[in-house]
């Protein structure tokens, strides 16, 4: 199989690889910062913890969200309750009232 090009890179938690692999989990809620991703971009993706590759995903769509406005869709989307969802972005962010949705699609992973 041939390499993709990679436009860019986006770490996660390695407690979310298995739900990115599983295409169980299908959006990501960032910051402001991590807020220049565009539609159709393919991003390599690694671990924050260890910066291990394992897979590469491509954009779909980047909208503006206010944190009052997650809904139970969203959790589905990130494969956890709203509740959960709601406490791991406190977790993460602290008090942030304007997040950016990333919804992506797996393109390949580096499973052994």
Known sequence: MA???CDGKITFFERFEAD???GAKTITL???SESHFSPGQVLSVSTFETGRHFCDIQVLRVEKLAFDALN???AEQENMTLEQLKA???EIYGEIQT???????LMNSQQA
Do not use: A, G
């Not at 997040?99 to 699609?105: A, H, K, N, R, V």
């Open 3 to 5: 390499s993709l090009s």
């Open 72 to 74: 139970p869709r969203h």
């Open 99 to 105: 997040l950016y949705l990333i919804e992506f699609q």
């Open 20 to 22: 990115i692999l599983s």
């Open 88 to 90: 791991v972005i406190t």
């Open 30 to 32: 960032r910051d402001e």
